[in-house]
């Protein structure tokens, strides 16, 4: 799987736009990129993925660039419980398909 | 989304005891899962991946007679982790994929959290 960069943390006040950087500057045309969130001492939430088109749903939305070398996750209202570590990775499609789990981006969300 | 349990949500055990750790997906069929294990601070580390009806799939360095695996059902996987020791504590996470055609998604249970005395 390609490997995924992104910044180590992020601070964002509540209520604004939360957006999180993600650079996989070496990805296939069959990776997806996926946005998963792990809250203290849970199991990581997914949040969205997409393959080229940009994605909307109830969390948040996902931009990718057109060249697909990095994308963009956006929260559009945030609030103090997204605090949390965000981690964006490539895999390929298929049930077994591993997921590779990065360092992440820790978002802090503040009054 | 997709929902997967897992059970106990912590457990303490002496040195030297197996402690077995149930994954269901509760509203859907996995014929694949994975296991994985994160330490303080650090991130998520695939351990396995678990088949139905077939053997698991270990990741390098990961001990296979000592983290047994079992996935019985299509809902149902288990990790048993054999003579336990220290070192081995650690927050256990399992996960299961829901979905096809490239829409395959991982969904995970909420983490059990084992400490060995």
């Known amino acids: 799987d390609a490997k995924t960069t992104q910044p180590p943390s992020m601070d964002c006040a509540e209520g604004r736009a939360a957006n999180l950087p993600c650079n996989h500057s070496?990805?296939?045309?069959?990776?997806?990129v996926y946005w998963y969130r792990q809250i203290h001492s849970q199991g990581p939430q997914y949040i969205i993925h997409?393959?080229?088109n940009n994605e909307t749903n109830e969390m948040a939305s996902l931009i990718i660039t057109e060249d697909r070398k990095s994308s963009t996750l956006i929260l559009p209202h945030a609030t103090l419980r997204d605090t949390a570590v965000y981690y964006c990775?490539?895999?390929?499609?298929?049930?077994?398909?591993?997921?590779?789990f990065g360092t992440g981006t820790r978002l802090q969300v503040t009054l | 989304g997709a929902v997967v349990s897992q059970h106990p949500s912590r457990v303490i055990c002496k040195s030297g005891t197996s402690v077995k750790i149930e994954c269901r997906s509760l509203?859907?069929?996995?014929?694949?899962m994975f296991w994985y294990r994160q330490f303080p601070k650090q991130s998520l580390m695939l351990m396995a991946t678990?088949?139905?009806?077939?053997?698991?799939?270990?990741e390098q360095g990961v001990e296979k007679d000592k983290f047994l695996i079992n996935h019985a059902s299509l809902t149902l996987s288990t990790l048993t982790v054999t003579s336990a020791h220290p070192e081995d504590s650690s927050f256990y996470i399992c996960?299961?994929?829901?979905?096809?055609?490239?829409?395959?998604?991982?969904?995970f249970g909420p983490g059990t959290r084992l400490l060995v005395l």
């Open positions: 509203d859907f069929q996995a014929t694949t």
């Open positions: 070496t990805i296939s045309g069959n990776e997806y």
């Open positions: 997409g393959l080229k």
């Open positions: 990775i490539v895999r390929v499609a298929g049930t077994a398909s591993k997921l590779t």
């Open positions: 678990s088949n139905e009806g077939s053997k698991a799939t270990y």
């Open positions: 996960s299961a994929t829901s979905g096809g055609g490239g829409q395959e998604t991982q969904y």
